[in-house]
């Protein structure tokens, strides 16, 4: 009887050590490099760019100053002036998202828990967002006077819609194999809601977070330019009115510099508090 053979298995190349402990490449490193600091290089392109257009081709500084004309307007106001106004803007701002979020939140829940509910809350809702705020703004100041609180109440109706809405078509998004666990398991609407339905929104409701964070730098600054004698919005219109385009820009750049602070901020907190809500690429 012939004695089995075992052939040999077919050899497969074999990476060597020094290719397999090797960095990267130049190459890789460089792409590396310029996939991280795109934007702030597509930023400083962008400012050359214009730059040098309206130095060639001669632009009125009064349509569209330079950044350097910016930058030098900006130097001629104090420091005292530009941190009146900016806390101004940003104390508005913030006290109308923070009672949007205390408003809509709940509100979302309550919707989302009746249909008679929704039913009745929700063409009201979209009414009040369906008026012009720049027209009701007006008659807000006079209603409510010319303090803090009409400018708040103007900075939540822009901020409140997209919360609400969002967090409510997340909370009935949640699947209904989890409902129906859920309730075989005897867990009343408020467990229900509280440890099901909200974690699983909460994707949505950060994404509505961050869109409401650049509406209540938009609320703030229309409430201002309605009524207000302080404010990033007021010196935009102040400044103008005295022709001073190279300052109203420079005020325009810290209210981008606002809305950017408050979506990173919201960024932040989700990634510390809810990591598992963002997309594997973010987190």
């Known amino acids: 009887m012939p004695s089995p053979t075992i052939s040999a298995p077919a050899s497969s190349p074999v990476m060597p050590p020094e290719a397999a402990t090797a960095g990267p490449t130049p190459g890789q490193r460089a792409r590396a490099l310029g996939f991280r600091f795109a934007p702030a290089l597509a930023f400083i392109g962008l400012l050359i760019v214009w730059e040098v257009g ?13 950044p350097t004309m910016i930058i030098a307007g900006a130097r001629e106001q104090s420091l005292s002036i530009w941190t009146v106004n900016l806390w101004a803007t940003l104390r508005v701002a913030l006290m109308g998202y923070m009672v949007s979020i205390v408003v809509a ?31 009701i703004a007006p008659i807000i100041v006079v209603t409510l006077g010319a303090s803090d609180l009409p400018r708040v109440v103007i900075t939540f109706l822009i901020t409140f819609f997209p919360i609400v809405v969002t967090t409510t078509a997340g909370l009935l998004a949640t699947p209904e194999e989890l409902i129906e666990l859920s309730r075989s398991l005897r867990a009343d609407r408020a467990r229900e809601m509280l440890n099901i339905r909200l974690p699983f929104a909460l994707p949505y409701i950060f994404s509505a977070l961050k869109i409401s964070t650049t509406l209540s730098v938009v ?13 990033l919005g007021y010196f935009i219109q102040f400044a103008t009115s005295f022709f001073k385009i190279n300052q109203s820009f420079a005020a325009l750049i810290l209210l981008v510099t606002i809305s950017l602070a408050f979506f990173q901020f919201v960024g932040m907190l989700q990634r510390v508090f809810a990591p598992w809500s963002l997309p594997k690429s973010e987190r």
Not at 54 to 66: A, D, E, G
Request: glycine share 4%; with cysteine.
């Open 54 to 66: 309206c130095r060639v081709f001669k632009v009125p500084t009064f349509l569209l100053p330079t």
């Open 105 to 135: 939140i709940p509100m979302a829940m309550a919707l989302a828990s009746s249909k008679l509910l929704a039913r009745t809350l929700y063409p009201m809702i979209v009414v009040v967002h369906s008026m012009p705020i720049v027209a």
């Open 219 to 231: 609320g703030a600054v229309v409430a201002e330019f309605v009524a207000a004698e302080h404010g």
